[in-house]
Nanobody, 123 residues
Framework: QVQLVESGGGLVQAGGSLRLSCAAS????????MAWFRRPPGKEREFVAA????????LYADSVKGRFTISRDNANNTVYLQMNSLKPGDTAAYYC????????????????WGQGTQVTVSS
């Protein structure tokens, strides 16, 4: 089992920045590809970004490309999501997820999930 705990959400004005963290415990963190998803109000969960086990490969949704950066620190069992130039449309509950299989944008294929952290962007 892998336990994931997100933090760093909050209320920010449009154009601002936030950094989300996801701390992992349980099994060897570097064995897992990690991702961030989000669920906007009234919408389905959607892919945001993913990072490979070593951190050498990243993948982003078109909607966040150039504004968000995913990174990981395997020594400290943490994955991050740096969010810049935030827009009201980024308002959502953000979740980190992990899987031992290949990176995918399909949320149902991830094995482990955190409880989520709320990000609200005001206009």
């Amino acid at each position: 089992q892998v336990q994931l705990v997100e933090s760093g959400g909050g209320l920010v004005q449009a154009g601002g920045s936030l950094r989300l963290s996801c701390a992992a415990s349980g099994r060897t963190f570097s064995d897992y590809n990690m991702a961030w998803f989000r669920r906007p109000p009234g919408k389905e969960r959607e892919f945001v970004a993913a990072i490979s086990r070593s951190g050498g490969y990243t993948l982003y949704a078109d909607s966040v490309k150039g504004r968000f950066t995913i990174s990981r620190d395997n020594a400290n069992n943490t994955v991050y999501l740096q969010m810049n130039s935030l827009k009201p449309g980024d308002t959502a509950a953000y979740y980190c997820a992990g899987r031992s299989g290949p990176i995918t944008t399909t949320p149902g294929l991830y094995d482990y999930w955190g409880q989520g952290t709320q990000v609200t962007v005001s206009s």
